[in-house]
């Protein structure tokens, strides 16, 4: 099993053990960090818009101040743990995103990984100046972007820099070469002026949805992050995924699916709920009448402290229009109330779990043996204790079941997903 | 006094007591900036292309792998000296720009300068898959993209950011607004998402030269770097700065002008041109033939070890096409033969000291009290003991004469340079 991390929840900067500041703190960023990787996790992964929350009276904006000078105050304070960032390829040139990650790559000795996505916002594309593309020329530019990214990743022959002091000889020049490459929307004639790291060049992640998705993962991705409610869900994406990589002629095996899973770890079920009440209350209001819609009811904001009655259960029906409704159903029938029905998380971006170490490690290991992920993306709470939490309780749990390796495998984000080396475009699919 | 600083010589990378993979080390760049701010220098000044040498075989690529990756690991492991680099105004989105520079900005407390030029180099263009724009379009476009920087970065008032954990109040939303700004080249909505630094925001350097060079440097930069090879000419570069900052209505003290100077620092005369001479000596072959068309002279490469002789010396005459032809003369006539005579850096970017530290102090005093110079952009010869040799040597003669300080001012970049705060566009140039 692979595990990935990202950052805390919104309402994490209101807990009164949590420093308010945390917004700005790289400190706050590199120690959550070291917790990650005190824990062996294979990755950090970084979502990033850029675009900005509009209720920035009551919430921070969603992403990091700058997604790669936080990943380089996570290389020079930490020394094994992969460094994944999301970078657009709708509004940024190949030339500049492929020297950022080349130069993580090198500064974190072969431990970079670019989740190239395209950006579909408006207020994206506001900051731009500019509308979003229509989605076929948006899928059009990222393969030309990541093709030839991963070109000027592979300018330099991997034997090209030599640094030989008594003759002189800085590199073999006939082995750094330009790639002159020009497509329709993005072109670059290199050679990028970034020897190899440990291990070559970065990976590609992909996040995105939908058969243009797909064909972008199946084509490039070394790991796929993947929104998805229930195991037959994941499962499906997977084996899509996994099918999208044989279609372009690669081992299905070397492209690991995660699926997200966001944590609140505590002593126990009741603590673990109270902790995300806390977290969350500030959002009942509005979730309350959703809540009600996902089950085809009409739920009352001011009757939190209730249960549904057994005729509303008896009247209930799971939306079709939202893949979380039937879990919402489930817990819905076990009898909590309807602040600890929310609690569970049942309106969240990814599944929750709120509650005791064991639970969240039973989960893991139900889907993982399902064979519905190779991983997951583990996103705790709140920044300050999450992440430890989250350590110090599930790890151990997943390595005594033998389910999670208890030292990384070797210095290398490929290295700890079993990525094989690559230099330039793979050949199998530069065709 | 104000002191600046880059990195090493090309060359460097051959000395045997340098490890020839410097040229991919963050290590070393940080070892090195730490010993900076040991000297008090007020900042760090990273050139950039981004650009490929073509001779890879023989020489170092020019630039830093990446510019703001090596300046936050830079800020991570110093506390006071300020971070400047080079950003082009004519192959970037001024969105990304004002998004790294201010987050540098915060990760640094307040350190952040960034050095705006337009680049006119066709093999930088060419990463990019374009050609350069003519001048008159490339300087539009600089001015638009600092302005819109600018507004970006005063998106947030200055006490927009509340973090109020107990009302729940994160940011005042009527004081983070958008920009809207819309230019011929470029444009944004905003804001960005990233609140105010310990000094507002970054401040504004400029390193190009001419009329139009001269206008942005008037109208936004609070530091210019010059290449400039005499009193006579720093004064001149100096006094028509001030002006183009009077006319664009601002004070000329605030616009700060910083001359390279280039160190090779040794115990005396001799033993500092010896180390120059190693440095260099793999350029002699072509720099003979281009110090005799400096001389009008014809030089035979071949009779390093002679100086000049009487009749030589009598029919030279400098060249007017080159500023440094005077000073080359000059070194001639002091004696030297050929190899000395180059081992003073007669035909280096700026003027070279290879000498006994007392030498630089005493160049470096006559420039500021000349008022030609506000202080020096300082490029020590060697990575690994260039910058110890001028901070442990030249540095406390200057503090000794009283020209330099003992101690930081404060904590931030316009603290140390006496740069008044911002927040968004300057009102008095916003017009």
Redesign the interface.
């Known amino acids: 099993m692979h595990l990935g991390n990202g950052y805390g929840t919104h309402g994490a900067?209101?807990?009164?053990w949590?420093d308010?500041?945390s917004?700005?703190s790289?400190d706050a960023k590199?120690r959550h960090a070291q917790a990650a990787e005190r824990g062996k996790l294979q990755f950090l992964f970084l979502p990033d818009g850029?675009s900005?929350?509009a209720?920035?009276?009551?919430?921070?904006?969603h992403?990091n101040?700058?997604v790669?000078?936080t990943l380089?105050?996570v290389?020079?304070?930490t020394s094994r743990i992969g460094l994944v960032a999301t970078g657009s390829t709708t509004?940024?040139?190949p030339?500049?995103l492929a020297?950022?990650f080349?130069?993580?790559d090198?500064?974190s000795h072969g431990r970079a990984g670019w989740n190239a996505v395209t950006s579909s916002g408006e207020d994206v594309a506001?900051?731009?100046?500019?509308r979003v593309p229509a989605r076929p020329e948006r899928y059009a530019r990222a393969h030309e972007s990541i093709q030839l990214v991963q070109a000027l990743w592979g300018s330099w022959g991997r034997d090209a820099w030599v640094?030989?002091?008594a003759s002189?000889?800085?590199?073999?020049?006939d082995e750094?070469v330009p790639i002159n490459l020009?497509g329709e929307f993005?072109?670059?004639?290199?050679?990028l002026?970034?020897?190899p790291s440990e291990q070559g060049q970065p990976i590609i992640f992909q996040a995105g949805g939908g058969g243009n998705g797909l064909e972008l993962a199946g084509r490039y991705a070394s790991g796929v992050v993947g929104a998805t409610f229930s195991i037959e869900d994941a499962r499906s994406q997977r084996a899509a995924i996994r099918e999208a990589a044989e279609r372009a002629g690669r081992d299905p095996d070397e492209v690991k699916f995660f699926a997200g899973l966001m944590t609140t770890i505590a002593d126990d079920k009741r603590s673990g709920l109270d902790r995300r009440i806390k977290l969350t209350e500030?959002t009942f209001a509005q979730r309350i009448p959703y809540l009600g819609q996902m089950l085809g009811l009409h739920l009352d904001p001011a009757r939190l402290d209730e249960p549904l009655t057994q005729e509303q259960l008896a009247a209930a029906s799971p939306s079709p229009r939202d893949p979380r409704s039937a879990l919402a159903l489930k817990v819905a029938r076990e009898g909590w109330n309807l602040r600890d029905i929310l609690a569970h998380g049942v309106i969240d971006y990814h599944p929750v779990i709120a509650g005791p170490p064991v639970e969240a490690a039973d989960h893991m290991q139900e889907w993982f043996e399902a064979e519905a992920v190779d991983g997951f993306w583990v996103s705790p709470d709140v920044y300050d204790d999450g992440i430890d939490a989250f350590v110090d309780g599930v790890i151990p749990i997943l390595q005594d079941r033998g389910l999670f390796h208890r030292e990384y495998e070797g210095t290398t984000l490929r290295d700890h997903l079993g990525v094989p080396a690559q230099y330039g475009l793979d050949p199998r699919i530069a065709g």
């Open positions: 900067w209101r807990m009164p949590v308010p500041t917004y700005t790289f590199v850029p900005y929350v209720d920035v009276d009551n919430e921070p904006p992403y101040l700058d790669m000078l380089a105050a290389a020079r304070e509004f940024n040139e030339f500049n020297r950022q080349k130069a993580l090198v500064m506001a900051n731009y100046g500019k640094h030989d002091q002189g000889q800085f590199a073999r020049g750094v020009s993005v072109a670059s004639r290199g050679p002026y970034i020897p500030h």
